[in-house]
């Protein structure tokens, strides 16, 4: 129905929007349109368009951003009619990703999926555009390479995917020295608050904010619960949408999640969208075949949800916000998964207990089918 319908955009924009925030940028005005199909020469209508022309006119706006994948075509020739640089989903998360690379192996990976995005894209109308207005969606590869032919960028391509074979190996290597350690990977959306909880549980100082993938990198700490020590590594965050080329040329970070004992989903669970969240999680990890790991599910940012309650009185209802207590995120879907639901604020500490109790005894599980005659 079309609240329904009006709701999802407006969030699915939100998150566009934070992800413009996170890449530097400064959101002046939102546009949606429900087509069915999609124009192929422009994605939105002629009516449309001339709507977002007018107001990228009146306010000097340098980027337009599409929340969807557009075409080579089309991008091209959204760019002519406004005038301005034109980005799509994909692109954004690539600059992104760019700006966040901290590691050489991080910076090959988002180097790699930045040609592969750019390959079909190099007879671009904007780049002379472009070096007079620079920002977002420029970082990386782009400014010098982009006139150069498809030769040298497929070149380049097959260049980053062996120096990246090579690492892989040598990073193979490296987590089979680990030893036998039962491995715990945290997974989640992106800003779920994963660093977070890495931070609390393993008291180190993993860098977390409230920008969406503030981790690309894979972080690995040795934690330890009641005299069980165990693996525990943090890694680049999920998005709906996630462009392919990421998810590809991120494989190996991912297969620190591949090849872990143990997932902890996090979710947040005061996001509007965390069912939505819950399901892009999963569909990732169904591509990289890791669906049917043990898993134990951790609702974080309980600090930060609030409910509506409407209090009758006898003539007056009034409508105040509450925060759910334990017994009672208990008896939602959520605590009905079982055992394996857990419900936490990273932030304040709270119910950790629980959390470290509830991650002891898994890995404890897994350590003794692993070591039967130790235990
Ligand atoms: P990550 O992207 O999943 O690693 O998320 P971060 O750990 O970087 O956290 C993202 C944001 O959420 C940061 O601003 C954190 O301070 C915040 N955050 C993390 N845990 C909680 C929590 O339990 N409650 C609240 N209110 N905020 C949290």
């Known amino acids: 129905?079309?609240?329904?319908?009006?709701?999802?955009?407006?969030?699915?924009?939100?998150?566009?929007?934070?992800?413009?925030?996170?890449?530097?940028?400064?959101?002046?005005?939102?546009?949606?349109?429900?087509?069915?199909?999609?124009?192929?020469?422009?994605?939105?209508?002629?009516?449309?368009?001339?709507?977002v022309e007018n107001f990228v006119k009146a306010n000097d706006i340098g980027t337009v951003i599409f929340d969807d994948e557009l075409s080579p075509a089309q991008q091209k020739n959204i760019e002519r009619i406004l005038r301005c640089k034109v980005l799509d989903r994909t692109s954004l998360i690539l600059d992104i990703f760019a700006q966040r690379a901290q590691t050489s192996y991080a910076r090959t990976q988002v180097e790699?999926?930045?040609?592969?995005?750019?390959?079909?894209?190099?007879?671009?109308?904007?780049?002379?555009?472009?070096?007079?207005?620079?920002?977002?969606?420029?970082?990386?590869?782009?400014?010098?390479?982009?006139?150069?032919?498809?030769?040298i960028v497929r070149d380049r391509i097959s260049l980053l995917k062996k120096k990246l074979a090579k690492i892989d190996k040598q990073m193979e290597t490296q987590r089979g020295n680990r030893g036998a350690l039962?491995?715990?990977?945290?997974?989640?959306?992106?800003?779920?608050?994963?660093?977070?909880?890495?931070?609390?549980?393993?008291?180190?100082?993993?860098?977390?904010?409230?920008?969406?993938?503030?981790?690309?990198?894979?972080?690995?700490?040795?934690?330890?619960?009641?005299?069980?020590?165990?693996?525990?590594s943090d890694t680049v965050?999920?998005?709906?949408?996630?462009?392919?080329?990421?998810?590809?040329?991120?494989?190996?970070?991912?297969?620190e999640v591949r090849e872990a004992d143990l997932l902890l989903h996090v979710v947040d669970i005061s996001h509007p969208n965390f069912e939505e969240h819950i399901a892009s999680v999963n569909k990732i990890l169904d591509e990289i075949e890791s669906a049917d790991k043990p898993t134990i599910m951790v609702f974080n940012k309980i600090d930060a949800y609030t409910h509506e309650t409407i209090e009758e009185d006898d003539l007056i209802t009034e409508k105040s916000s509450k925060h759910f207590t334990l017994e009672e995120w208990k008896n939602t879907w959520m605590g009905k998964i079982g055992d394996n639901a857990l419900f936490i604020s990273a932030l304040n500490k709270e119910n950790l207990e629980d959390f470290r109790k509830k991650v002891y005894q898994a890995v404890r599980e897994i350590h003794v089918t692993r070591f039967p005659y130790n235990n």
């Open 112 to 151: 790699l999926a930045q040609y592969q995005y750019l390959l079909p894209r190099l007879a671009g109308l904007w780049t002379h555009l472009e070096r007079q207005r620079g920002g977002i969606g420029m970082r990386g590869p782009g400014e010098t390479e982009i006139e150069t032919d498809r030769r």
């Open 182 to 232: 039962v491995r715990v990977a945290l997974i989640g959306y992106t800003n779920v608050g994963k660093s977070t909880l890495m931070n609390v549980i393993s008291k180190s100082n993993v860098f977390a904010e409230n920008k969406l993938f503030a981790t690309l990198d894979t972080t690995v700490r040795k934690v330890v619960i009641g005299n069980l020590p165990f693996l525990l």
């Open 1 to 51: 129905n079309q609240e329904q319908d009006e709701e999802k955009s407006k969030e699915y924009l939100d998150e566009l929007e934070f992800l413009a925030f996170t890449a530097g940028g400064q959101v002046e005005g939102r546009f949606t349109q429900k087509i069915d199909i999609p124009n192929p020469k422009t994605f939105i209508g002629t009516g449309k368009m001339e709507e």
């Open 237 to 255: 965050g999920f998005i709906r949408k996630l462009p392919t080329q990421l998810v590809e040329s991120f494989k190996s970070t991912l297969d």
